[in-house]
């Protein structure tokens, strides 16, 4: 483009002495000669535009021209662009960092092969199944899965999977793993490849495989360096030696999206390494493994669907359990088998979530366009005192267009800025949100790279803003014309009536928009302390929980009872130990649940109830009170009559306190034990089972003494020492038993707060925005009414003038401001009211039109108020009317 202006100018310059020539030969001076050439040839400067415009490309000279400006104009005003900047940035930062948590939840695909042609077989309904559950999400028994792997028809590729933790350490404290259990097909399917040595093969899962293993890739690099030679190695998992066989390539991290996996293992080996008789390979009541495949060609999802559907009831009738319960059958013989779209895993994380992400990036969304009202109040401001300079440029002939153009690309510079920097912060912010998630148990993962969609939605964010906050000034700075922005400059007008009623319309909308964020705030707020506020019934302060495995010894079943005690015995002697005792499930984190009802009678009379084992001393040592009778003794033994301790909801379920101790009542069959009789002994306080959210259900307590015993036992203590204090003894004496035994450790506190993460989540992530909500608000108001008394000084002065007090001053610029916030609370009242239902479920405790929170958020925006009102009504105060009549 520069070459080809400078050979046009030299054309001109050739034209010009031309025709100087030619005048001067037919005998006018030199001086006329060059007047009269230049007025023929006419404005140099406009044949110049001219020609670029015939050459195309003159927007993009003109564009590089107004980005220079902006720029200039940036460095001369680094307050303001600092502002801006600050402003988009975290607005669209905050926006982007949870897309980026949406995205890799919801929206992306598992990084395998052709993720689209994947689908997951699974129950349409679990309602009525039972026996034990261990996954989170629908799942489906051992004989199930060999059923569907030997009738379908549909798929070209099947496999199945399930999660869980293993113990690396030979010895003393636990050192956790995260494994996969796999059919022999999943890498195949998945199109999974390795990183070193070679992945698991059909071959690989069959009855009596060989201990076989293949690492992760992070798992790799952690804990072996990343040295190829681990290939041939040995891996223990809960005390039995396994091979490793390959590394998985980077990228793949399990169908578990949220979650990572260590290390891979055949399913094969599940009998292997649960050798005390708890394998699940041949249960058909432990729902374990997520079943997937890939279609095959010209099948679609619906048609997979239809025929698992059909073949459904012949599948259920040959796997029906033996010992299932009677009750329950029907509902097992009526399951039916679906397909759905498995290109996205599955997720617990994803189920948790989904809707609070929603929520909280809509409450984003709100701050993005408080911010964006901020910048065009901003933005209206400096196009005010910029009026001279669009009118000197619109009188020199520029077009309202070009201004125009001028004053947007300063809106998308500023957009584009605020952008960039808002896509970094996002990848910090979204890794801290991720890192909420976290618990002393479990690391969350997701995959939070920069792809399209991120791009995309950062970048068309980015421009959105831009025209919020960036095309309504650029449009009033330019709607007058040159003579009446000449006039009005020079009489020191500082605006149009237009422009200050843009202003105060978007402050307006600004209170309304922090009103609803305020209130949501101030609902998860209260929520939370509601939460923690509840009486879980029991003192969790000081209980640590210790689950001691010693599976490794093979004690016979016949010595394993004693060994138990023996084991509890040496905990309670241990010093600063005040109490110890025996649990199966430990408060707030139940899921054991069935059917009890009175011998003699109607089983239709009977209620559902919670259920827990315990040993001797575990009321006490919880803090439960005893409310009846008494706790388990040295009586109850494998030979006594069953005893059972119930809770306060359960008694009242029977006819009370009094009319529950001495009472039998019978637990209906499970898939594992038969229908049994209790014998009530004594009868406790009411205490949290599930959560802290749940409503009050029966409880059955029954004695750890007259259970079958296990190969593992935990241990509820209760210490006033520290807990690594506590912790570090028991390991000790453990480890002078014997050096095999193992053991694991829950602070039953920790596991109270971390109960809470998703409110905990709610109520720190919508204050955070509230914050910055009011925030913003303060600057928009603060800088409105310091706008609005610069431009009411000539009246302010008169009406000093003519006796007007400073209080009445003052009262003038709060009812300015007064007025702005009541009708935007008002607006904000409508809008909270009607927001706050959709976040009903997730409160505990509070209604979402609760009143007494509504009032706090228009208290807190009362105080942003004054607060941004101060500063201005004290100067108006303090403005000498002398001054002030003079200068108008």
């Known amino acids: 483009m520069r070459h080809k202006d400078d050979d046009l100018r030299e054309e001109l310059r050739s034209h010009l002495e031309m025709a100087e020539a030619d005048r001067v030969a037919r005998g006018q001076s030199p001086s006329d000669a060059a007047a009269d050439a230049r007025r023929e040839l006419g404005n140099l400067s406009q044949i110049q535009e001219a020609a670029r415009d015939q050459w195309g490309g003159r927007w993009l000279v003109h564009a590089a021209q107004d980005l220079r400006y902006a720029i200039r104009l940036f460095r001369r005003s680094p307050g303001f662009t600092f502002v801006a900047m600050l402003s988009l940035a975290l607005g669209i930062g905050a926006n982007s960092a949870l897309f980026r948590v949406v995205d890799a939840l919801r929206l992306q695909t598992l990084p395998v092969s052709d993720p689209d042609g994947l689908a997951q077989v699974r129950l349409a309904d679990m309602d009525g199944a039972r026996g034990n559950f261990h996954l989170g999400h629908p799942s489906v028994t051992y004989p199930i899965w060999q059923a569907i792997q030997a009738r379908q028809q549909s798929f070209a590729g099947l496999f199945a999977w399930s999660a869980d933790t293993f113990n690396l350490s030979a010895g003393g404290e636990m050192r956790l793993a995260h494994g996969l259990w796999v059919t022999g097909d999943l890498f195949n399917v998945l199109g999974v490849r390795p990183a070193a040595g070679r992945l698991l093969m059909p071959d690989d899962d069959r009855p009596g495989c060989a201990p076989r293993a293949v690492l992760s890739y992070p798992f790799w690099q952690q804990a072996y360096t990343g040295n190829p030679a681990v290939v041939g190695q040995t891996l223990t998992l809960d005390g039995h030696p396994v091979e490793i066989v390959g590394v998985t390539a980077p990228g793949f991290a399990g169908l578990d999206v949220g979650k990572s996996f260590d290390f891979a293992i055949p399913v094969c080996m599940e009998g292997a390494l649960n050798s005390d008789g708890s394998g699940r390979l041949a249960s058909g009541t432990d729902w374990w493994l997520n079943v997937f495949g ?5 099948w679609r999802i619906d048609a997979a669907s239809a025929h698992l559907s059909a073949i459904s009831p012949e599948l259920f009738r040959s796997t029906l359990p033996p010992k299932y319960p009677a009750v329950s059958v029907p509902k097992y013989l009526g399951f039916r088998l679906i397909a759905v779209p498995g290109a996205s895993g599955v997720s617990q994380l994803r189920e948790a979530y989904a809707a609070p992400l929603w929520l909280l990036l809509g409450i984003a969304g709100l701050v993005l366009l408080i911010a964006c009202a901020n910048l065009a109040n901003l933005l209206l401001a400096r196009a005010t005192a910029r009026q001279r300079e669009i009118a000197v440029r619109l009188g020199l002939g520029a077009s309202r267009g070009r201004i125009l153009r001028q004053l947007l690309t300063e809106s998308v510079a500023l957009a584009a800025l605020g952008g960039a920097a808002g896509g970094l912060l996002a990848t910090v912010l979204s ?20 792809d399209w969609r991120v791009l995309a939605f950062t970048s068309g964010l980015s421009l959105l803003t831009c025209l919020l906050f960036g095309l309504a000034p650029a449009v009033n700075a330019t709607r007058i014309g040159a003579s009446a922005l000449m006039r009005a400059t020079t009489r020191g007008a500082t605006a149009s009536r237009d422009a200050a009623g843009v202003r105060r319309t978007l402050v307006v909308a600004q209170v309304a928009l922090s009103m609803v964020l305020l209130f949501g705030s101030l609902l998860f707020a209260r929520s939370l302390h509601n939460l923690i506020a509840v009486d879980p019934g029991f003192n969790a302060d000081g209980v640590i929980a210790a689950g001691i495995d010693f599976r490794r010894l093979e004690v016979p079943a016949d010595r394993r009872a004693a060994f138990r005690q023996d084991l509890l015995e040496r905990v309670r002697g241990l010093a600063g130990v005040q109490s110890a005792a025996v649990v199966g499930v430990l408060p707030a984190s139940g899921s054991s649940s069935g059917n009890v009802f009175w011998p003699g009678t109607d089983r239709t009379r009977g209620f559902g109830t919670n259920r827990n084992v315990v040993g001797a001393g575990y009321f006490s040592t919880m803090g439960i009170p005893m409310v009846a009778g008494r706790d388990f003794d040295a009586t109850d033994t494998p030979g006594s009559t069953p005893a059972a301790i119930v809770s306060e909801t359960f008694a009242a379920k029977i006819g009370g306190t009094r009319a529950a101790i001495g009472s039998r009542v019978t637990r209906e069959a499970t898939p594992g034990r038969p229908e049994e009789s209790f014998t009530i002994v004594g009868v406790v306080k009411n205490s949290t089972y599930a959560d802290l959210k749940e409503t009050v259900r029966p409880v059955l307590y029954m004695a750890d003494s007259q259970a079958r015993p296990a190969g593992y036992v935990r241990i509820a203590i209760r210490s006033a020492l520290p807990a690594a204090t506590v912790t570090g003894a028991i390991t000790r004496t453990l480890t002078q038993i014997d050096p095999r035994i193992a053991v694991g450790y829950r602070i039953l506190a920790t596991d109270i707060r971390e109960s ?18 009011g925030v913003l608000t303060l600057v928009g108001l603060y800088g409105l009414i310091a706008y609005t008394v610069t431009r009411r000084t000539n009246e302010i002065g008169l009406r000093m003038a003519l006796g007007a007090g400073r209080r009445a001053i003052a009262g003038l610029v709060l009812r300015e401001t007064g007025t702005l916030v009541a009708i935007g609370a008002a607006i904000g009242t409508i809008l909270a009211l009607a927001a706050a239902q959709t976040a009903g479920t997730l409160l505990f405790g509070v209604r979402p039109s609760d009143p007494l929170t509504l009032a706090g958020a228009v208290a807190v925006l ?16 303090r403005i000498e009317p002398v001054e002030a009549l003079r200068a108008d």
């Open 294 to 298: 890939r279609l095959k060609a010209g």
């Open 862 to 877: 009362a105080a942003i108020a004054l607060a941004a009102s101060y500063a201005p009504a004290r100067r108006a105060t």
């Open 431 to 450: 890794r801290a949100f991720v890192g909420l998630l976290d618990t002393q148990t479990s690391t969350t993962t997701l995959p939070l790279g920069t």
């Open 756 to 773: 809470l993460l998703l409110e905990r989540m709610l109520a720190t992530l919508s204050g955070s925005f509230g914050v910055l909500a």
